[in-house]
């Protein structure tokens, strides 16, 4: 039975941030059956398959690598049929070279396993693929060889693993369909030679899998067994893949098909200015960070510098603004939190925010039509509030974007230092951005300087504020970082957290004290009250990349077991915003609470309007906002189809549960013999049969 | 069913006549069943000289469906993905994953 693959996100929450996602329904109970009354068990073949397997195969956990999908085509993995393999460990270029000039044994199949970080341009293009496993191009460009490769496993224990993430310069062409090519290359001329970064957006015509932590050691002593054996000497261990993909094409066949979902989910905004109105002729500043970050297999996303960074400099800057000895609703600007998902796909997130506040979608309020909210402010397109629409988009006075602030790609200088990066360094309301961010920045550890300062002038990085500009290119805009003009090393695992913590900290603080000053249409000093929290940065740092279950977390919501998650955005679904999303609503929205009610354990216990967070009733403008790309629309049936292929369309394929197993399998020859062995044996049954009933029928006279 | 051999002539002319033109109901294997059937009946002495006229045309008939279906076929095995839309819908039963 065919299945959607992706891991289903359980949260036990304690409210539903006016949501319907989080509370499962009731399960209903029935009277139990008395064991009398129950079948006697029969023995069939199923019983004795199930009960044989243990002895043939060796189940191993995996993470795929899923098939993704946009309006020209597909990245990712596909298996079209279940593919057996013998294992072959490659450690080197020289073991691969080795074993293709060897040819292996005439008529087997093989399947590489491999460290994580191995698989580099230089060996990808080593590997010798048999037709049917490539595409037409692909089989152009290798070597005819005997051996046939029919999938790769990777084993977990990789020291240099690292995140793909880091580098949204890799958003493909389609998917980055809006200006600032100039700066974008030169990030891409800078990471391409990255281990994963090549790889993320290319098709892949065999399975790739990775072993997951669990049963490394299975599949490491499966490959050298076969080592030890010389890949000559039967038996040897094969492993068979399952790793099959749905979805074919392009996303508009696919969605056509209903063989995958738009990638994407719900980006967050929130301001506390409860009284936010759209003529209300107040300016409004935007600070803004993405939420989500992408790898070769979606399960292992770990981004820490890009996206995590950004996200969490941007909750201490909300943190320290509410801290600000002038009430913030009295500022004579609006300020306004925007954190975007799916950015790693399309910027999908700051897209659909901006073309909706841009241009309100109309609401066309039919009967029939799919929409699973309970009282949604718009039936179609199926929107649970229309907040949205109280945002004046020409009244945006700034945009201020925390991008990688961890200081990885930091250049090495006496003093660290973050960048200011303009879209158009001469326009005035830029320079007085900039004026800011230096004035609060003065005599800090950490400077902040404009990053066409060398006089060179790369425009914007690829940025959630991309988005708002290709509306209104005026708009003063500022992309802060740790980078000048190239990404550096994203950070891995292995990352300091205290270095990193200072150094978001600091990001913030000076934005805080920035976006402050600005909000009151000051120049002077900030008070020191508007400061970043580094032990709150510290905490959501742990949160978000080690242990999803920690104290912080778990004061929103109920949550255990979950630790490392991934970063990865997932699909588009109907009001079920996904770990990250959810705890960013709950952050911000007791940051930005108007109103304080009494205590709840759920939001049954609020007021309509009100939610549950810290066992408190709260008032907040805090809203998700459907983040998928602008390429897709949504339809009356709840389906999507492609409306722009010029725009973002990525989706993500429907796939089987992906796995992988281990069996020992015997010479060619041998299987052979087995096979006419077995022929003769049920021939001489079907004989012995025959004459024992013909036998006995003529002796006994039962026939 | 009567045996062949012991129709009347007329009889099997008008077998095949009747099934000739029921083969233009989009019924090529009409057209070859009527061939195959009674062509043996061409060989008696008394078989009228119509009739190998009608098994004629209906074994061309056939072989001309055979011809074109066997091109949509090929062409629709090899076209499917590139059709599109237009594809998927005359298809009962579509491919997963290619």
Not at chain 1, 178 to 205: E, K, N, P, V, Y
Request: with cysteine.
């Amino acid at each position: 039975m065919s299945m959607r693959g992706r891991k289903t996100r359980v949260v036990q929450s304690r409210e539903c941030d006016g949501a319907v996602y989080c509370r499962p329904p009731p399960v209903p109970s029935f009277p139990p059956i008395p064991i009398s009354s129950l079948p006697l068990p029969e023995v069939n073949a199923q019983d004795i398959a199930t009960t044989l397997y243990p002895y043939i195969y060796k189940d191993l956990s995996t993470w795929p690598c899923v098939r993704l999908l946009n309006a020209t085509g597909t990245i990712g993995c596909q298996s079209l049929s279940s593919a057996t393999g013998i294992l072959y460990t490659v450690q080197s270029q020289t073991d691969l070279d080795s074993f293709v000039s060897s040819g292996g044994i005439s008529g087997e199949k093989y399947a590489v396993i491999m460290y994580y970080g191995l698989m580099t341009r230089c060996v990808y293009n080593g590997f010798p693929y048999a037709s049917r496993h490539t595409s037409s191009d692909q089989i152009k460009s290798t070597t005819p060889t005997t051996v046939e490769i029919l999938g790769t496993i990777s084993a977990p224990s990789n020291p240099r693993r690292r995140s793909a993430a880091s580098s949204p310069s890799l958003t493909p062409p389609r998917a980055r369909s809006h200006g600032r090519r100039a700066h974008r290359r030169t990030l891409h001329a800078q990471t391409a030679s990255s281990a994963w970064h090549w790889l993320d957006l290319r098709q892949l015509q065999f399975p790739y899998l990775r072993v997951e932590p669990d049963r490394p050691a299975l599949a490491r002593y499966a490959a050298n067994s076969n080592t030890n054996q010389s890949y000559t000497n039967y038996p040897l261990n094969a492993v068979e893949f399952n790793a099959f993909m749905f979805g074919a094409v392009d996303t508009a066949t696919c969605l056509r098909r209903g063989w995958c979902s738009p990638v994407g989910g719900l980006s967050v905004y929130s301001t506390p200015s409860a009284s936010l109105a759209h003529g209300d002729g107040k300016p409004v500043i935007i600070v803004s960070a993405a939420m989500d970050s992408r790898s070769f297999f979606h399960d292992l996303t770990l981004g820490i510098e890009n996206d995590v960074s950004g996200m969490i400099a941007l909750i201490a800057v909300a943190d320290a603004l509410s801290k600000s000895p002038v009430a913030l609703t009295t500022f004579p600007k609006h300020i306004i939190y925007t954190l975007f998902t799916a950015e790693a796909w399309g910027h999908a997130g700051s897209q659909r925010f901006v073309s909706d506040v841009y241009q309100n979608p109309t609401c066309a309020n039919t009967t029939g039509n799919y929409c699973p909210y309970t009282a949604p402010a718009c039936s179609y397109p199926c929107l649970r509030d229309l907040d949205f629409t109280r945002i004046n988009f020409d009244a945006i006075e700034s945009v201020w974007e925390l991008n990688s602030v961890a200081q990885s790609s930091a250049p090495s200088s006496p003093q660290p230092s973050f960048f200011a990066h303009f879209d158009d360094t001469t326009l005035p309301g830029n320079n007085r951005l900039l004026q800011l961010l230096v004035n609060v920045s003065g005599g800090q550890q950490y400077a902040i300087q404009a990053a066409a300062a060398d006089g060179v002038d790369r425009k914007l990085p690829p940025s959630t504020v991309q988005a708002f500009l290709q509306k209104k290119r005026s708009i003063p805009a500022v992309v802060i970082s740790d980078f000048q003009k190239q990404l550096g090393n994203d950070l891995d695992d292995a990352f300091d957290p205290t270095a990193a913590t200072a150094a978001i900290c600091a990001a913030a603080n000076a934005t805080a004290r920035a976006v402050w000053l600005q909000a009151q249409g000051l120049t002077s000093v900030s008070p020191v009250s508007v400061g970043a929290n580094c032990t709150l940065v510290g905490m959501l740092l742990g949160c978000l990349t080690t242990n999803y279950s920690c104290p912080y977390v778990t004061q929103f919501y109920n949550i255990s077991n979950a630790g490392r998650i991934t970063h990865y955005t997932s699909v588009y679904s109907y009001g079920n915003p996904g770990l990250i999303p959810l705890l960013m609503f709950n952050i911000l929205g007791n940051l930005t609470a108007s109103h304080r009610g009494g205590k709840c354990a759920n939001i049954r216990d609020c007021d309509p309007g009100e939610h549950c967070i810290t066992q408190q009733c709260v008032t907040t403008l805090t809203r998700y906002h459907d983040a998928y790309g602008t390429g897709l629309q949504m339809n009356l049936d709840g389906t999507f189809s492609v409306v722009d292929p010029t725009k973002g369309t990525w989706a993500e394929s429907v796939w089987d549960q992906s796995g992988l197993r281990v069996f020992v399998v015997i010479a060619r020859n041998f299987q052979i013999v087995e096979l006419v062995v077995g022929i003769v044996w049920t021939a001489l049954s079907v004989g012995l049969v025959i004459y024992a009933q013909r036998f006995l029928g003529k002796t006994l006279k039962v026939a | 069913m009567p045996s062949i051999d012991k129709l009347a002539p007329t009889e099997i002319l008008s077998i095949a006549k009747k099934m000739f033109w029921g083969g233009f109901a989009f019924l090529p294997f009409l057209w070859l069943v009527n061939f195959m059937y009674l062509w043996p009946a061409t060989k008696r002495a008394d078989a009228p000289p119509e009739l190998k006229k009608y098994l004629l045309m209906s074994l061309a008939g056939s072989i001309t469906w055979l011809i074109i279906l066997s091109t949509w076929f090929g062409l629709f095995v090899n076209m499917r993905v590139a059709w599109g839309a237009a594809a998927d819908m005359i298809t009962v039963v579509i491919p997963k994953g290619v």
